[in-house]
């Protein structure tokens, strides 16, 4: 399958990091397709670890982190900001690589 190409090619010391990747696709796609991908890690952080970033609090988008984040808000994110965010995800819910590529191959084919 190749959502599981791709994901093993994410967790392969032969490519950039998850967290690097994930900055380059943040940094290559629309304003739509970031906020999705802002909205995916969101999920796997959660918005206690989401409130630590001071970096990265205008992504809790509510008070309990429920509302997703729009094309506006990721607009206003780097892919620095994105990298580490993707790297506090993984950490978290390591199951946010497969979820990562899942996105990403839907939105854009």
């Known amino acids: 399958m190749l959502a599981d190409a ?3 090619s ?3 010391e032969q ?3 998850f967290p690097e990747m994930v900055s380059t696709l943040f940094r290559d796609s629309s304003p739509a397709q970031r906020a999705g991908l802002l909205n995916q890690l969101v ?4 918005p206690a670890a989401l409130a630590g970033i001071p970096a990265l609090k205008k992504l809790m988008g509510s008070p309990s982190g429920e509302q997703p984040v729009t094309a506006a808000t990721a607009s206003q994110i780097s892919p620095d900001q994105v990298q580490r965010l993707a ?3 993984q950490l978290g ?3 946010i690589v ?3 590529v899942v996105f990403t191959l839907n939105t854009r084919m």
């Open 6 to 8: 791709l994901a093993q």
């Open 10 to 12: 994410f967790r392969s």
């Open 15 to 17: 490519t950039p990091s």
């Open 43 to 46: 999920g796997a952080v959660g």
């Open 87 to 89: 790297n506090q995800a």
């Open 93 to 95: 819910d390591p199951s």
């Open 98 to 100: 497969i979820r990562s």
